[in-house]
């Protein structure tokens, strides 16, 4: 539902093309982790496992959607974000806070959305490449043109590094680099049909490569351990395929029809090694499929009614084999918002059908109050519920087929201000989430068992001072496991960033300082991984108005931290990283 960010009765933040340029983020790791409410995870190296966690919910409590199309793997539950490419992305739009009520399953904890680039935002023609640390090369070509009523873009992109590696264990092969390869392509078709139509198609891939490290092992009758030396790597490709229709019916109805697909595929492999013996082998292949029919209609000035119908279905196509392959899902949705004289009220319900639990239905109630021309408090209540995955459910020896789906209860108190060149967002939270799916060890499998409560507060504080811009973002949360009392498995219960960006001329500076505090990688909170602070720096100069040139610093300290341990220990964060590019644009 479009929506100026500082009316929004949500909790949302919003990175530009601008800001993606300005950090020089080389993927959703680097650029996301500045927001508030927002921390990423990632196991190792460039391009291995990446997850996003918003408000200490875990990575597959989001949804992700990639313009307007649900990505992620359904074997899973999670999106592959250490795909992603930032070049083709023109913006990403973050909801904090549960989003059933319009998008169903899987928005317990916000919803993130990917908005490609298209002719309009880009220039006609540009060519990037980037040289760096580790073997780093990349190389970008966008382009971008309108022709009368028709408009096309593309981004082709391709990135290459021999990377670290990925453990601090040195046997057998585990000593070696880990390296990545990832090519991307982002394509966008859009046509005017006339004042009141528009029509527009996109397509994502992403097709990758990607070294890590994993335990080769047999055992014998005694529980001996006997490990072979093994290179292992992993080939995904994920895509998204969007059509979308836009129609204003009338002065006070429009509709949108949206059709869309994407395809997560995964494949464990080896050059030296029959991965079979080790059970580590595996073809994971999820489709998901769906169509959403869109409607917004003013019944008067000040009132918007939202509703629309929403159709999904999940497959898989595995090496496992699973006792289900395929679940379809269909919604109803509404929302009725009413804004009178500084304050906005909202109400939002929607009815999922889903072919495996049934009938499931989620409510919200928002409420938003200007203070004064500058300053406005908002409240919100609402309700989120997450499916269990196939892998929950199904997956071979060790699936739980009695599993319920997660729900959760969130409220928030939210205050937004605006004056000059500042902006300030704070936001009191707490979500309840019952049958939360863990792992069990004395099951062998994932149980229902456990309830978690999440109470926090998350802050963003954004103004210009002479000819500096300056971001300031902090969260403080305490996310309980409320059988034990003990903190989740990974989450920070202190987090900030800082950054500052000097431009005068036709050069600039900036720097960005991150901190959090320890984590606990088990249930128990006896394996304490330590908190740590980063510093990177960047700079970027226009050599003309056709050439310019960047660099960029990252963990400039080369601070050595761990924010995941594994079967081999701890994975090894990524250390001092240089990246030097120069891009050239043509003229016409």
């Known amino acids: 539902i479009p929506t100026i960010v500082s009316e929004s009765l949500s909790a949302i933040s919003v990175i530009t093309r601008e800001d993606i340029e300005r950090y020089q983020a080389s993927d959703l790791y680097d650029l996301m982790s500045r927001l508030p409410g927002v921390s990423m995870l990632r196991n190792g190296v460039r391009g291995s496992a990446t997850s996003l966690s918003i408000r200490g919910?875990?990575?597959?409590?989001?949804?992700?959607?990639?313009?307007?199309?649900?990505?992620?793997?359904?074997?899973?539950?999670?999106?592959?974000?250490?795909?992603?490419?930032?070049?083709?992305?023109?913006?990403?739009?973050?909801?904090?806070?549960?989003?059933?009520?319009?998008?169903?399953?899987?928005?317990?904890?916000?919803?993130?959305?990917?908005?490609?680039?298209?002719?309009?935002?880009?220039?006609?023609?540009?060519?990037?490449?980037?040289?760096?640390?580790?073997?780093?090369?990349?190389?970008t070509l966008s382009a971008g043109t309108t022709q009368g009523k028709s408009s096309y873009s593309a981004v082709l992109n391709?990135?290459?590094?021999?990377?670290?590696?990925?453990?601090?264990?040195?046997?057998?092969?585990?000593?070696?680099?880990?390296?990545?390869?990832?090519?991307s392509i982002a394509l966008r078709y859009g046509y005017e049909i006339n004042d009141d139509a528009k029509l527009s198609l996109s397509y994502n891939s992403n097709d990758s490569s990607t070294d890590y490290d994993a335990s080769c092992a047999t055992y014998d009758e005694n529980w001996n351990k006997n490990e072979s030396p093994c290179s292992i790597y992993n080939e995904t490709k994920i895509t998204s395929l969007s059509s979308s229709l836009d129609l204003d019916i009338t002065d006070s109805w429009s509709t949108n029809i949206q059709l869309g697909k994407s395809t997560d595929?995964?494949?464990?492999?080896?050059?030296?090694?029959?991965?079979?013996?080790?059970?580590?082998?595996?073809?994971?292949?999820?489709?998901?499929?769906?169509?959403?029919?869109?409607?917004?209609?003013?019944?008067?000035?000040?009132?918007?009614?939202?509703?629309?119908?929403?159709?999904?279905?999940d497959e898989i196509d595995s090496s496992n084999t699973y006792d289900v392959s395929s679940r379809d899902n269909k919604a109803a949705f509404l929302q009725y918002k009413l804004k009178?004289?500084?304050?906005?009220?909202?109400?939002?319900?929607?009815?999922?059908?889903?072919?495996?639990?049934?009938?499931?239905?989620?409510t919200s109630v928002m409420a938003g109050q200007d203070v004064s021309d500058n300053v406005r408090l908002n409240f919100s209540y609402g309700e989120g519920f997450k499916a269990p995955t196939f892998n929950d459910l199904y997956y071979p020896g060790s699936g739980n087929a009695n599993l319920?789906?997660?729900?959760?209860?969130?409220?928030?108190?939210?205050?937004?201000?605006?004056?000059?060149?500042?902006?300030?967002?704070?936001?009191?939270?707490?979500?309840?989430?019952?049958?939360?799916?863990?792992?069990?060890?004395?099951?062998?499998?994932?149980?229902?068992?456990e309830n978690v409560e999440i109470s926090g507060l998350e802050f963003s504080l954004n103004t210009q001072v002479?000819?500096?811009?300056?971001?300031?973002?902090?969260?403080?949360?305490?996310?309980?496991?409320?059988?034990?009392?003990?903190?989740?498995?990974?989450?920070?219960?202190?987090?900030?960033?800082?950054?500052?960006?000097?431009?005068?001329?036709?050069?600039?500076?900036?720097?960005?300082?991150?901190?959090?505090?320890?984590?606990?990688?088990?249930?128990?909170?006896?394996?304490?991984?330590?908190?740590?602070?980063?510093?990177a720096l960047r700079a970027n100069f226009d050599l003309s108005d056709n050439w310019k040139v960047k660099v960029n610093a990252n963990n400039l300290t080369d601070k050595e931290y761990v924010t995941a341990s594994g079967f081999l220990g701890n994975y090894r964060s990524m250390g001092r990283e240089l990246l030097f590019t120069v891009a050239y644009t043509p003229s016409f």
């Open 404 to 449: 319920m789906p997660e729900e959760s209860v969130n409220y928030e108190i939210g205050l937004k201000a605006n004056w000059n060149n500042s902006s300030l967002n704070v936001g009191l939270f707490n979500n309840s989430i019952e049958n939360i799916i863990l792992w069990s060890s004395s099951m062998g499998a994932p149980d229902n068992t």
């Open 57 to 139: 919910n875990q990575g597959d409590h989001s949804l992700f959607l990639v313009d307007g199309v649900r990505i992620g793997s359904a074997t899973l539950g999670s999106a592959t974000l250490g795909l992603i490419n930032t070049n083709s992305i023109e913006r990403i739009e973050v909801v904090r806070g549960p989003k059933s009520n319009l998008y169903g399953a899987d928005a317990i904890g916000g919803v993130v959305n990917i908005i490609t680039r298209d002719a309009a935002d880009m220039d006609s023609l540009q060519v990037k490449s980037s040289v760096g640390s580790n073997g780093t090369n990349e190389t």
């Open 265 to 313: 595929n995964a494949e464990e492999l080896s050059a030296d090694v029959d991965l079979s013996q080790f059970y580590l082998d595996g073809i994971f292949n999820t489709t998901k499929t769906e169509a959403t029919w869109f409607n917004a209609i003013e019944l008067e000035a000040d009132t918007l009614l939202s509703l629309g119908l929403d159709y999904q279905k």
């Open 466 to 535: 002479a000819n500096w811009m300056l971001g300031l973002s902090g969260t403080v949360m305490n996310p309980e496991d409320k059988s034990s009392g003990n903190i989740l498995v990974r989450r920070a219960e202190c987090s900030a960033s800082l950054d500052g960006d000097y431009s005068v001329g036709n050069y600039g500076l900036g720097f960005t300082l991150y901190s959090q505090s320890h984590t606990f990688d088990d249930a128990a909170n006896t394996v304490r991984l330590g908190g740590y602070t980063t510093l």
């Open 340 to 362: 009178s004289d500084g304050a906005d009220v909202s109400f939002g319900a929607r009815r999922d059908d889903n072919e495996q639990f049934g009938a499931h239905t989620t």
């Open 158 to 183: 391709t990135y290459k590094t021999d990377g670290i590696d990925s453990t601090y264990d040195t046997s057998f092969l585990h000593g070696d680099e880990d390296g990545h390869e990832n090519d």
